[in-house]
T-cell receptor
Framework: GENVEQHPSTLSVQEGDSAVIKCTYS??????FPWYKQELGKGPQLIID?????GEKKDQRIAVTLNKTAKHFSLHITETQPEDSAVYFC???????????FGTGTRLQVTL | EAGVAQSPRYKIIEKRQSVAFWCNPI?????LYWYQQILGQGPKLLIQ????????DSQLPKDRFSAERLKGVDSTLKIQPAKLEDSAVYLC???????????FGNGTRLTVT
């Protein structure tokens, strides 16, 4: 089955700096890669996703890039703000019926 | 739109007891998922329903876990008997169709003592 590795496990940045979280996946047939943000005591919330026919997608301060050859994808957050502090999860899915496999999460802390 | 509703928010039980969790998905969402999230880990799929039929329950410990989705709307997940290693957050999610993005509820935090 699919295996998703995520790095780093923790990331501390100063407000206004950029943050990058990287994930690798094992199944070359995976075609959908969402990113979720989870705040304390809440469920994961989808923040951005990308499909395998696209190399990059941007939504205001967040962007995701996908390298199918290397089987890795990354989340980029620019101009970080304290409210960006949370745990971020990447995930990958193969086909339309297969389950979503999550990474182990990255705890992002944005300091003033 | 109203989000995915789950109850209870917290539950503490002793090992070998039974527990049930309830989920009400977003209205009109055909696909419903139950995930288990152990502290410090990513969510792991337990079971996926398409309407009221099971699509994937390959990672559900069927000797102790059961789930149903009657009438293709609400769902319940039951654990009987519970073990210490079942302590986790149980997340329910729904999607409009199988390939659509998942929307998660806030989960039920289970502590087994």
């Amino acid at each position: 089955g699919e295996n998703v590795e995520q790095h780093p496990s923790t990331l501390s940045v100063q407000e206004g700096d950029s943050a990058v979280i990287k994930c690798t996946y094992s199944d070359s047939a995976s075609n959908y890669f969402p990113w979720y943000k989870q705040e304390l005591g809440k469920g994961p919330q989808l923040i951005i996703d990308i499909r395998s026919n696209v190399g990059e997608k941007k939504d205001q301060r967040i962007a995701v890039t996908l390298n199918k050859t290397a089987k890795h994808f990354s989340l980029h957050i620019t101009e970080t703000q304290p409210e960006d502090s949370a745990v971020y999860f990447c995930a990958a899915r193969t086909g339309t019926a297969s389950k979503l496999t999550f990474g182990t999460g990255t705890r992002l802390q944005v300091t003033l | 739109e109203a989000g995915v509703a789950q109850s209870p928010r917290y539950k503490i039980i002793e090992k070998r007891q039974s527990v049930a969790f309830w989920c009400n998905p977003i209205s009109g969402h055909a696909t419903l998922y139950w995930y288990q999230q152990i502290l410090g880990q990513g969510p792991k799929l337990l079971i996926q329903f398409q309407n009221n039929g099971v699509v994937d329950d390959s990672q559900l410990p069927k000797d102790r876990f059961s789930a149903e989705r009657l009438k293709g709307v609400d769902s319940t997940l039951k654990i009987q008997p519970a073990k210490l290693e079942d302590s986790a957050v149980y997340l329910c999610a729904s999607s409009l169709v199988k390939a659509a993005p998942l929307h998660f509820g806030n989960g039920t935090r289970l502590t087994v003592t």
